[in-house]
């Protein structure tokens, strides 16, 4: 089956009509319920893998916190308000990716100590 068959009866029934602002909070809903079932279905012992994935995301959004309040900064805006809106908003989305990344760490370090052999 083609996408073109596909996608014909979605235009007859007007999905095209949706705001985006919906169509993406739809995603953000649907995310957060694959997120829940897939973090809960894991076994335990690939839980410490798990939280490095988690960290290396926050790492990717980092980076595209910085690209974007860079990029924004970098065009030529409409008002110069816009660009200190989205340097702050940068700004914020870098500092708290940070604060993601650095206490994932610390909890994936006490899930591995717990893993060692204590010394006696």
Known sequence: MSLVAISLPAH???VADIHPSVFLAGIFVLACFVGYYVVWSVTPALHTPLMSVT??????VVV????AAAATAAGAAAASNDVWVARWLGAG????ASVNIFGGFLVTRRMLAMYKKKER
């Open 12 to 14: 007859a029934v007007g």
């Open 55 to 60: 960290n290396a995301i926050s790492a990717v």
């Open 64 to 67: 595209g916190a910085i690209i």
């Open 93 to 96: 989305a870098v500092f708290l």
